[in-house]
């Protein structure tokens, strides 16, 4: 005798059961509680797991089914993920859409500001029977920046003499230029620039933007551009007139 696993559903009382029923009820009624059940067992609920999710969609599957017992042939078929939204920084700093393909069919997502990876996006009623969705979000470096948490990453080159002297740096930034200044010898190389991290979002806090500092001798230093310009302005010609 095959032993029974735990995503079966043996018999409609199991099965009214599970969806919180005492027995058969009106096609309104049945739909109501299935949405509730599955709701509340959904992985992402508070008191949910993948099991019972998928006993829940199984029992809603049987009643649907009349009296055929169902046990599931061969191990159990889970519901398909849900697609991960996958988006850059920029668009978790200013938010937006993205397109999402589901079931066959092309979404246009609203993005807040401020997501951050981990965070899902909910599709009320896009499930089976009216049920919520929730996409998982997963943002993906790109423009230059990194994001870890809160805060944004990003690298930038720096004359080795200005690394040396000391000085000061502008940053071009996703915020606009900013200006900084070096310390000379400064290690580590990395500067904080505050508030220019992904932005407060319910108990998340305003991020930082974190620069690391690259040394480069393929670049003028502040003063080697000043004189680069000079000698472009004043050519031999301007100078004899």
Avoid at 130 to 142: C, E, H, Q, W
Wanted: hydrophobic letters at 45%.
């Amino acid at each position: 005798m095959r032993a029974r696993s735990h995503s079966e559903v043996a018999s409609l009382a199991e099965a009214h059961a599970l969806l919180g029923l005492t027995g058969p009820v009106e096609a309104d009624a049945l739909t109501a509680a299935f949405r509730a059940a599955v709701k509340a067992a959904h992985p992402s609920a508070a008191d949910g797991n993948e099991d019972r999710f998928r006993r829940v969609i199984a029992a809603w599957r049987l009643i649907q089914d009349g009296e055929r017992p169902l046990a599931l042939a061969g191990p159990a078929v889970p519901p398909p993920a849900p697609p991960v939204v996958a988006i850059g920084p920029m668009d978790a700093l200013n938010g937006g859409q993205v397109a999402v393909r589901l079931a066959g069919r092309t979404l246009n997502i609203h993005l807040p500001k401020g997501l951050r990876s981990g965070e899902h996006l909910r599709l009320k009623g896009a499930g089976v029977g009216g049920t919520d969705i929730y996409l998982p979000v997963l943002i993906r470096a790109a423009d230059g920046l990194r994001v870890l948490g809160d805060d944004l990453f990003m690298d930038w080159p720096v004359p080795t003499r200005l690394l040396e002297d000391g000085g000061r740096l502008e940053i071009d930034t996703h915020a606009g230029a900013r200006s900084a200044w070096i310390v000379a010898g400064q290690t580590p190389l990395r500067l904080r620039l505050r508030d220019l991290g992904l932005p407060a979002r319910g108990s998340r806090r305003q991020g930082h933007l974190f620069v690391s500092l690259q040394p480069s001798d393929d670049i003028p230093s502040a003063a080697e551009d000043l004189l680069v310009r000079f000698t472009r302005v004043w050519t031999p010609d301007r100078l004899a007139a």
